[in-house]
């Protein structure tokens, strides 16, 4: 079983404000999806920046087999929501959730000292099952690196107000982290040795950001230090970035400013991540995906084939 996540970037059907201005452009979009989707072969593939419900519809519309499609129910103030897409296997949702955890009080979210007491966009958790494999996956977008400022802005009118809005942004980020961590213990319920559990998505960081490492639980075995060949007692709620199996020239999943980075990520639970067999970004094989340079200013895409991103997947035996 191959199973993974893409940025889809601004999958909106034609004619709004975020998304392609005419049907044409909306086609080669999709078309260009659909390609390495068709390639990739998933079986269930986590997908961000999802618009408008029916551009999800219409792209799993355009590919080969039975797919099934599950969506957060919680968008982010440009309707933009996370979800899946599931070949022949039908996802059963099992949580869809913007809650803080208890006891993490609202974070600042701008100068004017507005409070931010939820997740930007749903975290949304699902269940497969096949004859080889019960699989329970949470999919996520925590919040952007890419800076907004007052009136619509995404440049700063000096350094100080570039300081302060992007703290405001690693504040909520820290914050889904925590969010997203929490939900993880609770699918996980101290059995990570018996439960096959992956959280995947657009982290917005990178492997060794704070916010990325508060996702892994008790610290200590990561893939590749001594420790990971030595169970212990945090096996039972520990996650493990597959990152460390990405060769390393596939080890990135956008390119930002001509400086490749690992954003997307595959975390999995200790009874999944001795079943996988094999890690990548792009496509299976040499992993040749083009991806563009992004700036600051995210309206510079609009409408653009494609994804900035390239997908991260990996392939479970049973």
């Known amino acids: 079983m191959l199973f993974g996540t893409w940025n889809l970037e601004n999958l909106y059907r034609p004619g709004g404000p975020f998304g ?4 044409a452009a909306y086609e080669t979009k999709l078309a260009a999806l659909a390609t390495v989707i068709a390639e990739l072969d998933p079986t269930l593939l986590g997908v961000q920046e999802v618009g408008d419900p029916e551009a999800l519809a219409d792209l799993a519309g355009i590919l080969e087999g039975d797919w099934h499609i599950a969506l957060s129910e919680h968008p982010d103030d440009r309707g933009i929501r996370v ?35 939820r997740t930007g966009r749903g975290f949304l958790a699902v269940e497969i099952a096949s004859r080889a494999l019960t ?8 919040k952007s690196k890419l800076l907004s400022y007052p009136g619509g802005r995404f440049q700063p009118r000096n350094e100080g107000e570039r300081a ?15 969010a997203l961590r929490a939900l993880a213990d609770e699918l996980l319920a101290g059995e990570g040795r018996e439960r096959d559990l992956a959280v995947l998505g657009d982290m917005n960081d990178e492997v060794l950001a704070a916010t990325t490492q508060i996702l892994l ?13 030595h169970p212990d007692q945090g096996d039972a709620t520990r996650l493990w970035d597959v990152a460390p199996l990405i060769p390393v020239e596939q080890r990135y999943s956008r390119i930002n400013s001509g400086r490749r980075e690992l954003i997307d990520h595959i975390l999995v639970s200790h009874r ?3 079943r996988v067999t094999e890690a990548g970004t792009g496509l299976p094989g040499d992993g040749t995906l083009a991806l563009p340079s992004v700036g600051p200013d995210p309206t510079a895409r609009q409408g653009a084939p494609g994804s900035d991103h390239a997908p991260v997947w990996v392939r479970v035996g049973p």
């Open 20 to 23: 392609p201005q005419d049907k």
């Open 272 to 274: 999944l991540v001795h």
């Open 164 to 178: 302060r809005y992007g703290a405001y942004a690693l504040y909520r980020r820290t914050a889904e982290a925590a």
């Open 217 to 229: 639980g008790p610290p200590g075995s990561e893939i590749g230090t001594p420790g990971y060949d």
């Open 135 to 142: 699989l329970t996956v949470a999919v996520c977008h925590l």
């Open 83 to 117: 979800g899946f897409l599931s070949r022949d296997l039908v996802p059963r949702v099992l949580a869809d959730t913007i809650a803080f955890p208890e006891r993490l009080r609202p974070v600042q979210g701008d100068d004017a000292g507005n409070l931010v007491s």
